[in-house]
């Protein structure tokens, strides 16, 4: 099921959730990829409130810069699923390892200018649930909360990062996630 919610241009723009598009149940066996990642990923320890890891083309994240990665096939594989269900094939995986309630992504918007043309960020969700809230630029009190199920898929176009802020706040009691994140950098 696709949940997408359109935003008309207006003066009320704030008063509307932002468009994003958020799938249940994209990815099937989210539990064994939960459990292969956390396991067989090299972490980098680099960030204070998270682990991360990246593959593919190489990257410049939150002031961090990613070698370039072979993409191993299960990865692959998933690339391929997203384009098509999104429309284009990601070349760089970046993946935020929550290890339990208390490591979050404080409000931020993603850099768009290295995105491929028509393309924006996808989010597949792994492990224990966590929300995604969005704060409006325009109005900082228009806030909208998604939860994000383990195999659920995320996309926000690149315009949406124009007009809305994005957060994983601490959660008292959550366990350990994954998110992976989908991008086609043009280098
Ligand atoms: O962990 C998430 O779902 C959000 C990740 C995110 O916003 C980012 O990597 O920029
Ligand atoms: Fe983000």
Redesign the pocket.
């Known amino acids: 099921m696709v949940d997408s919610l359109h935003s008309h241009h207006n003066a009320h723009e704030s008063m509307q959730a932002p468009s994003i598009s958020l799938k249940h149940d994209f990815l099937p066996k989210a539990d064994t990829l939960f459990m292969q990642l956390k396991n067989e990923v090299v972490w980098d320890e680099r960030m204070r409130a ?1 682990k991360t890891a990246s593959f593919g083309v190489a990257y410049d ?2 002031q961090i810069r990613y070698a370039p990665n072979t993409m191993p096939g299960f990865l692959q594989i998933v690339c391929k699923a997203i384009e098509n269900e999104l429309g284009f094939l990601p070349n760089n995986c ?1 993946l ?1 390892f ?1 290890t339990d309630g208390n490591s979050s ?1 404080g409000f ?1 918007s ?1 850099f768009t200018g290295d995105l491929a043309e028509g393309s924006g ?1 996808a ?1 597949i ?1 792994l492990g224990s649930q ?1 929300q ?1 809230v969005y704060r409006s630029k325009a109005d900082k009190s228009q806030e909208f909360a998604y939860p ?1 199920p383990p195999g659920s898929l ?1 996309y926000m176009s690149a315009a949406i990062q124009d007009d809305w802020l ?3 706040p601490k959660e008292a009691g959550a366990g350990e ?1 994954i ?1 992976m ?1 989908f991008r086609k950098i043009v280098p």
Request: glycine share 0%; aromatic share 10%; no cysteine.
């Open positions: 998270r994240y939150s970046l935020n929550y992504m931020h993603d960020v989010i969700s966590r995604i994000l995320l994005h957060a994983i996630r998110s994140t």
